[in-house]
């Protein structure tokens, strides 16, 4: 029974590595004599980095060679993919997992472009030294077909890195000469970290500044500032509460420059505008010291707590006096 023809295919593409791996070897043996540099042009792209490399990486190198007549490559010198090289006997760890190659021809020779891939198949407890081996092509010559002659490529080292690291490590003896020990960059953060703190202290500064009743900053010493502090010390009885009232009268007096009363309050307010929005509190201070001071104290007074609202009605005016936007006095009216 004979072999069917794609037992016969299989064969022959099989003893066609085979011979094409021996040649290569053959090839890589025999030592040749180099061609003349004025024949040859040769650009190297080498990967970008050459260090932190673990297995299964792949390492992508681009030659560029132009060649000269009468020199001609000679296709069976290039690297076999698969092909795993060796190194004084020991396996490298490298293989050629790819190759492509694009020639161009013209009058003055031909440029072949290789594009090689390969694999790392190699790893260790530690960084260990590697490289892309030297390729040694080889070229004919076509005027002399018996003159071969060989061209090297130079080799690419690098370190692969292993995958985890065991046991003790000292970093001084495998870090990488050629490697600036990694700094973090902090000027960002302590940008940010500097524009926040200031932030936060114009932040504490005003809300000093709102709800402060010292007198620290400028016009945190005015006359309703005081007057806060003043009434915030006196006692809720009935004597407390007419000192505290006749603590407002003079501060609205010393603001307003004269005695201020129900009968001149607007004019008051054209003078000083920012009390405006606290009119209607000032009017209902005007009635509570007329029902203090000139009514029976016996009748219970309009306000259930007067010194708590005398004293919102006091941070209301600080406001005023500040600039700021006044918060309305809030009372127990009853």
Known sequence: MQPSYTTRNAFIHLFTMCLMCFSHQLYAEVKLPSVDDQFVELKLEDPTRDAGYVVGDILNRKITLTIKKPYQLIDESLPIVGYEHRYKGQVSGIELSAINKKTTVNSEGETHVLDLSYQVFKTGRVAKPAALRAEILRLRNTENVKEVVEYRIPSFSFRISPLSVIGQVKLDQEMYPFIPPLTLDSSNVMFRIKLLAGLLGLALLGLLYILGTHAWLPRMGAPFARAYRDIKKMNESPDG???????????????????????????????????????????????????????????????EKPKAWLLSLCKTLRNCERGLVPDIAQGDNT
Do not use: M, Y
């Open 241 to 303: 509460i007419k000192q505290a009232v006749s603590r407002v009268h003079e501060s609205l007096n010393k603001t307003a420059g004269a005695s201020l009363f129900s009968n001149n309050l607007d004019v008051f307010l054209i003078k000083k505008p920012a009390f405006a929005p606290a009119k209607q509190e000032i009017e209902q201070f005007f009635g509570l010291s007329h029902q203090v001071f000139f009514e029976d104290s016996s009748h219970k007074l309009h306000h």
